[in-house]
């Protein structure tokens, strides 16, 4: 047996080549067929796996992304917080410049109008136990506050100054039923005494039974005495009662000036 391979081994080397060369013959006519056959059971097999990597993929950028995001949008979103509270102290600092301007415009064309020398003065303290009958201001005898000089807003009369230290004094306002301010009623020039009653309402006594007094009539200081000068408004007429027996008219007066929320005032001097 031997002998006869090697004896016809040229001829056997040369059936196999040719068996090589059909069997890549029938790879190249074929071949395209057999390699569509195997992508396809290929694509069927790792086809849903490369999806679910795919979708895990996406997922997790689209994660990543979104926590990007939010961190952004949370940082922008601090930012814009500080801002808006920045504008607000802004504008409530403006605000408050604003109305002080507007107290000192009112008290210029008031200085204008009255030959009276103003000092202005802010409200510290209240009187303790008694909300309505004193306060006091931040300015005394060394600004030259003295006893009975009058105290006004821009609305109108506030009282009187009662007492002065060196740097502040107490005043007694016109709501205290210790208070008596002579008074005119302005359209018909009658003359009487406003009192203070402990509420947020004044009387205005020694009004005849003549006397020509409407409601809403507006109410000033007559300038009778050296304490109040003449033509500060006091407030207005809402409540007047006629009675036949009495010699007086009962007329109750609404002050101008709201006493709960004085914070600036001036103490009036007469120019002499």
């Keep these: 047996m031997r002998k006869f391979i090697y004896r016809n081994n040229p001829w056997l080397i040369f059936i196999i080549l040719i068996i090589i060369t059909l069997f890549i013959m029938t790879i190249d006519y074929h071949g395209k067929m057999y390699l569509k056959w195997l992508e396809s059971i290929a694509l069927g097999v790792f086809s849903p796996v490369s999806r679910g990597i795919s979708l895990v993929t996406i997922n997790v950028k689209n994660y990543l992304g979104s926590i990007a995001e939010?961190?952004?949008?949370?940082?922008?979103?601090?930012e814009l917080k500080e801002k808006i509270e920045?504008?607000?102290h802004e504008n409530a600092i403006l605000k408050e410049k604003l109305i002080a301007y507007d107290r000192l415009k009112r008290l210029l064309e008031l200085r204008e109008s009255f030959s009276y020398e103003m000092i202005p003065s802010l409200v510290i303290s209240r009187e303790p136990g008694n909300w309505f009958n004193s306060i006091i201001i931040d300015k005394g005898r060394i600004d030259g506050v003295e006893e009975n000089m009058a105290v006004a807003t821009h609305?109108?009369?506030?009282g009187r100054v009662i007492s002065v230290s060196s740097h502040t004094s107490k005043v007694l306002l016109i709501l205290d039923q210790r208070s008596a301010v002579g008074s005119m009623?302005?359209?018909s020039r009658d003359i009487g005494v406003i009192k203070g009653t402990e509420s947020n309402y004044c009387y205005m006594e020694?009004?005849?039974?003549?006397?020509?007094v409407k409601i809403n009539d507006i109410v000033?200081?007559?300038?009778l005495g050296?304490?109040?000068?003449?033509?500060?408004?006091?407030?207005?007429v809402v409540v007047v009662k006629k009675e036949k027996h009495d010699l007086f008219q009962e007329v109750i007066i609404k002050p101008e000036v709201d006493f709960t929320k004085?914070?600036?005032?001036?103490?009036?001097?007469?120019?002499?």
């Excluded at 939010?70 to 979103?77: I, L, S, T, V, W």
């Excluded at 020694?206 to 020509?212: C, H, N, P, R, V």
């Design 220 to 223: 000033i200081t007559s300038g």
């Design 70 to 78: 939010f961190e952004r949008m949370g940082e922008e979103n601090k």
């Design 206 to 212: 020694y009004l005849s039974q003549d006397a020509d």
């Design 155 to 158: 609305y109108g009369l506030v």
């Design 185 to 187: 009623i302005q359209r």
């Design 262 to 272: 004085l914070e600036e005032v001036f103490v009036v001097k007469k120019i002499e």
């Design 226 to 236: 050296s304490i109040f000068p003449k033509g500060i408004k006091i407030g207005r």
């Design 86 to 88: 920045s504008a607000l």
